[in-house]
């Protein structure tokens, strides 16, 4: 069972030096290293990204206490910065480039078949938790419009049933497992 970022800053909220979760210790890592310091939180917030995927409400208000700042501008930053994500990650990511080539190319064609085909809008995770879909304002891969980042891998040249296709095979390939 994973243990999420709730669960993991209940333990540590006991005794937040001294916890085994090694995240968590990451975390107070990065928040020692910086002195306790407020001015530490854009720091302090990636390493709670980079630690559990995503910072929620637990983890937010842990962050707050620490560095000794309201709980409303930790909310604040965390949202403002498209880093952040306050919600699970899905097991796959589909980054779909939203740049001027792409644009042109038919990236808003891809990202409408992605909602018809499964209920999702960028930002949003399917509620199975197997597809994550985001948009990016440029990958840089120009001469692959339309492109799109399939788990980590730039794939271009797309148009929107070759991204449904890709994406239908994760649902289909992880659930046979």
Not at 6 to 34: E, H, Y
Not at 60 to 79: D, G, H, I, K
């Amino acid at each position: 069972m994973t243990q999420t970022a709730a669960d993991a800053s209940q333990s540590v909220q006991t005794n937040p030096k001294q916890s085994q979760d090694r995240r968590w210790r990451s975390v107070n890592r990065t928040i020692r290293l910086n002195g306790n310091q407020p001015d530490a939180l854009i720091e302090t917030l990636h390493a709670v990204q980079e630690s559990f995927g995503y910072i929620d409400l637990d983890a937010m208000q842990y962050v707050a206490r620490e560095l000794t700042v309201p709980l409303s501008r930790v909310y604040a930053v965390a949202t403002f910065y498209h880093y952040f994500t306050l919600k699970p990650p899905g097991d796959h990511t589909c980054v779909v480039c939203m740049g001027t080539a792409c644009y042109i190319g038919g990236s808003t064609a891809i990202l409408d078949s992605i909602h018809e085909g499964f209920g999702i809008s960028p930002g949003e995770t399917t509620p199975d938790g197997k597809v994550s879909l985001l948009t990016a304002r440029c990958l840089g891969s120009c001469g692959l419009a339309p492109a799109a980042v399939f788990d980590g891998e730039v794939a271009g040249k797309l148009d929107a049933a070759t991204v449904v296709e890709k994406i239908a095979r994760w649902a289909d390939h992880d659930s046979e497992s």
